[in-house]
């Protein structure tokens, strides 16, 4: 995906967790759609895609709590795209155990081929992806306003701005 593209919408399964609700296990493995940020009030949207062999998807996932608690415009949904292997897909084991560890309060979906598009789209990419990668959408009009590669917690200000 490049800047200004639009989204297509897709879909994958994973928890709707929000901030009043973080435990995973009390919650039914659903399938989430892109498009059901259309109608949600918020007027940015970070997709961060992340891997449970990643340290700095680790590290990022306390950061995007506190956001998401202090900034109620700016809607994240995670994607588990890897497990605890580099380049192994995510299975719902290890969005179960992602879930659990952390008690993210936004969406957290397993990755498919569709976000994994996503993780390699950017045409300046040398090839390795530096994870996490977030990409910051006008929901509005699902259009990339922004591609950040690696965990920087200047992005959500970055991405406060850009959705304005």
């Given at each position: 995906?490049?800047?200004?593209?639009?989204?297509?919408?897709?879909?994958?399964?994973?928890?709707?967790?929000?901030?009043?609700?973080?435990?995973?296990?009390?919650?039914?493995?659903?399938?989430i759609?892109?498009?059901?940020?259309?109608?949600?009030?918020?007027?940015?949207?970070?997709?961060?895609?992340?891997?449970?062999?990643?340290?700095?998807?680790?590290?990022?996932?306390p950061?995007?709590?506190?956001?998401?608690?202090?900034?109620?415009?700016?809607?994240?949904?995670?994607?588990?795209?890897?497990?605890?292997?580099?380049?192994?897909?995510?299975?719902?084991?290890?969005?179960d155990?992602?879930?659990t560890?952390?008690?993210?309060?936004?969406?957290?979906?397993?990755?498919?081929?569709?976000?994994?598009?996503?993780?390699?789209?950017?045409?300046?990419?040398?090839?390795?992806?530096?994870?996490?990668?977030?990409?910051?959408?006008?929901?509005?009009?699902?259009?990339?306003?922004?591609?950040?590669?690696?965990?920087?917690?200047?992005?959500?200000?970055?991405?406060?701005?850009?959705?304005?």
């Open positions: 995906m490049r800047i200004g593209e639009t989204l297509a919408d897709f879909s994958a399964m994973g928890y709707r967790l929000t901030p009043a609700q973080t435990d995973s296990t009390k919650l039914t493995f659903e399938n759609k892109l498009s059901d940020y259309l109608t949600k009030s918020c007027s940015c949207l970070a997709i961060t895609i992340g891997a449970r062999w990643c340290g700095a998807c680790q590290q990022e996932q950061a995007l709590k506190t956001v998401v608690s202090q900034h109620s415009d700016l809607c994240v949904l995670g994607v588990l795209q890897e497990s605890n292997t580099n380049g192994s897909p995510a299975q719902k084991s290890d969005v155990a992602w879930t560890q952390f008690k993210q309060n936004f969406s957290v979906i397993q990755g498919t081929p569709t976000t994994d598009d996503l993780l390699f789209a950017n045409p300046q990419s040398s090839g390795s992806v530096g994870l996490p990668v977030t990409v910051i959408v006008k929901p509005s009009t699902m259009k990339v306003l922004l591609e950040i590669e690696g965990y920087d917690t200047a992005v959500y200000a970055d991405a406060m701005a850009a959705c304005q």
